[in-house]
């Protein structure tokens, strides 16, 4: 049989049928030393759950997929093997093929796929990829030190939710669904839904968030970029941000279209041995439009460079920043609002915070520097906010 191309998997493959027994589970094997192990679904009946989970010590070198059906498999279901033809013996799966017929009911039609990875001599994994419509996914936790090249699950009508994973990249993407558990990626992880919700833990080098018509929410730790935006949905996250050696800055941008951002950040800048530091250089980006900017700095490294830009239109924005700021600032309403300055003066150590602090029409500027109590001279930090309302109030709290 000539080679064919399954649509959004890229791949030239070979389809080899199954063929079936009279009962109720399935059951196909495959090495676990596979490059790339997928599943696809067809069919507008095909849907169900698809779960992941650690093999165990008994299932040592092998990949076992399971899948539960209901009634006469062999006039309902058609499910082939498919190999890449340029690669047959490292890209493996399934395609799993729900026919069209009057005699699916909702209970037969359903089906549950249980995907096993045993653990191999050397410790690899291989790459999982889906495009699985209908169905929800859900990882189970795996042993600490599984970790897979990259994961890359798209469905509809179904969440997919991790209660413990780890890669080097993931891409994951619902319709109808949302996303959500724990993820550990060693560089990049995007995440995108459309009417579904996103609410993850996640450590992540780099980093992207979408959703539409839904919210996202979670804790995320990035070392080098994360760009979250949201349209008709709220933003509620608390974000880490690590930067190494100060060389490059840590970013993060946010934006929300018809709804809010309310993001709490953490800072924290590390040496060359990977150990808590001061200094650090970090951007921060925040933009809302029809709903109001709330950003607060709750944790910031002394001499830390901190560049910050909040814009908001129809709606108010707020910035609180941690004491350990140094820099300028610039506080503007367009064309006609407040913009409001409170200033934290407090002692630490022995030294203490000077502003300086100038206001104009719409607009009030200034710096905050720590300073010994004997030191006259004021040297501006390298820290830069900048905060703009569009007919709303807006507020700096340093």
């Not at 410790?123 to 990259?150: C, Q, W």
């Not at 910035?319 to 002692?347: C, D, T």
Request: glycine share 8%.
């Amino acid at each position: 049989m000539p080679p064919i191309y399954l649509p959004d998997l890229h791949v030239p493959v070979q389809h080899l049928p199954i063929a079936f027994t009279n009962t109720s589970t399935i059951s196909f094997t495959y090495t676990a030393d596979l490059s790339v192990l997928f599943l696809r679904s067809l069919g507008r009946q095909a849907s169900g759950v698809v779960t992941f989970s650690d093999g165990g010590k008994g299932s040592r070198n092998i990949i076992e997929i399971i899948i539960h059906h209901g009634a006469k498999p062999q006039d309902l279901l058609e499910i082939c093997t498919v190999r890449d033809h340029n690669d047959p013996e490292q890209k493996q799966g399934l395609t799993i093929e729900v026919l069209d017929e009057a005699g699916w009911t909702e209970h037969v039609a359903s089906l549950d796929i249980s995907v096993k990875l045993g653990r191999t001599n050397d410790g690899k994994r291989p790459a999982l990829e889906t495009l699985m419509e209908n169905f929800s996914h859900e990882i189970e936790p795996f042993r600490d030190d599984l970790v897979f090249p990259y994961v890359d699950f798209a469905t509809s009508h179904g969440r997919i939710h991790s209660s413990k994973l780890r890669a080097d990249r993931a891409s994951i993407e619902t319709l109808n669904g949302a996303i959500s558990g724990s993820l550990n990626i060693t560089d990049t992880l995007n995440l995108r839904t459309i009417s579904g919700a996103i609410d993850v833990q996640a450590v992540a080098s780099s980093g992207n968030f979408s959703s539409d018509n839904g919210n996202i929410r979670g804790h995320v730790v990035s070392s080098h970029q994360l760009q979250v935006s949201s349209t008709n949905g709220p933003i509620d996250m608390h974000i880490e941000l690590i930067n190494k050696e100060g060389s490059v800055p840590t970013r993060a941008v946010l934006s929300a279209v018809n709804n809010h951002i309310e993001a709490k950040f953490s800072l924290t800048a590390l040496d060359h041995a990977g150990k808590p530091a001061s200094g650090g250089a970090f951007e921060i980006n925040g933009e809302t439009t029809n709903g109001f900017l709330y950003l607060d700095v709750v944790d910031q490294p002394h001499l830390a460079n901190l560049t910050l830009e909040a814009r908001s239109l129809n709606d108010g924005a707020t910035v609180k920043l941690n004491p350990a700021f140094e820099g300028r600032y610039a506080v503007r309403s367009i064309p006609f609002s407040h913009s409001h300055v409170e200033n934290n003066n407090h002692y630490r150590d022995n030294k203490v915070r000077r502003f300086e602090r100038y206001e104009g029409r719409h607009i009030v500027h200034g710096s905050a520097e720590w300073h010994s109590e004997y030191d006259e001279e004021i040297s501006h930090g390298q820290g830069l906010i900048s905060i703009e309302s569009v007919r709303a109030p807006n507020r700096l709290l340093l």
